[in-house]
């Protein structure tokens, strides 16, 4: 195997972000993840021009309001796919370098602890 085969067990699809006309926004960036390895994996960072931070974020559910909250990284279970949800795992874009307008495709990369460095291209959406 080549060394680099770490960078194959982990697969990102649908990846997106809402449409914004502003500047300095904060967006969750959202997409489906699957772990084809035997090993359990997690997410670490995310990377994206367009936008100056990345973190990780879940959302809390105690009293009041679901509240959004960093975390270190986002489990993601062996043999598993893991949907990322604006209300649940997720990954959060702060301040936004560029309007996000329906229709463009963007880039990102999305690093993983066992599975290495993923490129993915990232759709921006119309709100329904
Ligand atoms: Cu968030």
Same mark, same amino acid.
């Given at each position: ?7 194959? !067990? ?12 502003? *500047?300095? &926004? %904060?967006?969750?960036?959202? /997409? ?37 909250? !960093? ?12 949907? *990322?949800? &604006? %209300?649940?795992?997720?990954? /959060? ?36």
């Amino acid at each position: 195997m080549p060394a680099l085969a770490g960078n194959n !067990s982990v697969h990102i699809s649908n990846a997106w972000v809402a449409a914004s006309d502003k *500047l300095g &926004a %904060d967006v969750p960036l959202l /997409m489906t993840i699957k772990n084809d390895a035997e090993n359990d994996d997690v997410l670490l960072r995310a990377r994206c021009p367009f936008v100056n931070f990345t973190e990780r974020h879940i959302v809390d559910r105690g009293e009041g309001a679901p509240a959004m909250r !960093s975390i270190k990284s986002i489990p993601i279970p062996a043999k598993k796919t893991v949907e *990322l949800k &604006a %209300d649940g795992y997720h990954i /959060m874009l702060l301040q936004t370098r560029q309007t996000l307008v329906e229709g463009t495709k963007l880039a990102c990369s999305v690093t993983f602890q066992n599975g290495g460095t993923v490129e993915t291209e990232v759709h921006v959406r119309g709100l329904p």
